[in-house]
């Protein structure tokens, strides 16, 4: 849990944060200013929250294609986020990215993923490099259920286990692989044991509780640090929101969405537990912060065609 009232409140004012920004990436989609695919994660900012704020600033985070929340809870500017889905200069990626491959080097934010499980084998190998610079570095790879089925999730865990390589791998169960519910994708529902058989030990969240998902991502990531060896974190959460944007949502009875939402909403829940917090002034408070973001983003220049040659090799 956190280490007290202002670290709580931080933590319910990114959440909320998340939660507006989504909110508002979806409306400006559906006003055709941003461009690309579009995955929301709204609903899953206990995950992320929980998860970044366990970790140290020397330590990586690695995506998926869901990751506007990762880039916010690493620090990354929201206007910079923003700016980065309407495809401008001045977008945390250039413009270049997207919503699907924004990064952030300085924050050590190595990017979204738009290959489903694609992410993992390049977090083993940013794991690789932080032990081969003999450094306390630890790299944390988020992905979701669906990506427990890819290929690059058994080599990477074996690969990782074999050459004790210090890389939380966190699965994200929101309990749907796009349209597909874990129980038809999956034989072990289980997803945390899914290592076992390599030799990775597994560790289960509450993906819906902040606080318990800090908790046992603390406690992964600091066994990592010190065994420096990997280990399976699954966060069962629920997303609110489609798959992307482009989801009819036919594959889930509305009811049960309703009832998530009523019953589970992460910020919500943790809210009643905080004391004298005004949340519909913080709501306020972000909102403006948000409107800014858009407004920042809107009067922002696209690249220019000279600049269709930048940031293709490394300066050095």
């Not at 952030?104 to 499980?117: H, K, L, P, Q, S």
């Not at 036919?250 to 009523?262: A, G, M, N, Q």
Request: glycine share 12%; net charge negative; charged share 30%.
């Amino acid at each position: 849990m956190a280490d007290g009232l202002d670290e709580a409140r931080e933590w319910l004012a990114t959440m909320l944060l998340i939660r507006r920004f989504e909110e508002r990436a979806g409306q400006m989609y559906a006003k055709n200013k941003v461009g690309g695919f579009l995955h929301l994660a709204i609903g899953e900012e206990a995950t992320i929250v929980g998860a970044v704020r366990a970790m140290r600033d020397e330590d990586y985070l690695i995506s998926t294609y869901r990751s506007h929340g990762h880039a916010i809870a690493r620090g990354t500017d929201p206007k910079r986020v923003m700016a980065e889905l309407f495809g401008k200069a001045t977008g945390v990626s250039g413009g270049r990215g997207g919503s699907m491959h924004m990064f952030d080097g300085e924050r050590r934010f190595m990017g979204g993923y738009g290959i489903v499980g694609g992410n993992l084998p390049l977090a083993a190998g940013i794991a690789f490099s932080s032990d081969y610079r003999e450094t306390e570095e630890v790299t944390v790879c988020v992905f979701g259920d669906g990506a427990a089925n890819q290929g690059t999730f058994g080599e990477t865990l074996n690969l990782a286990a074999l050459w004790k390589l210090p890389v939380v791998f966190m699965v994200t169960n929101n309990q749907f692989g796009m349209g597909t519910s874990l129980e038809r994708h999956s034989a072990q529902t289980d997803l945390h044991k899914r290592g076992e058989g390599y030799g990775v030990p597994g560790l289960r969240a509450d993906g819906m509780d902040v606080g318990d998902t800090y908790e046992v991502m603390s406690e992964a990531i600091e066994r990592v640090r010190a065994d420096r060896t990997p280990i399976l974190v699954e966060a069962v959460t629920y997303r609110f929101a489609g798959h992307s944007m482009a989801d009819p949502e036919e594959y889930r009875e509305k009811d049960d969405v309703k009832e998530w939402r009523e019953q589970h909403d992460p910020i919500k829940n943790f809210a009643e537990k905080l004391e004298d917090v005004d949340l519909e002034a913080l709501d306020e408070e972000i909102g403006a912060r948000i409107d800014a973001a858009v407004e920042f983003a809107e009067d922002s220049d696209f690249p220019t065609p000279e600049s269709i040659y930048d940031h293709l090799y490394v300066d050095g």
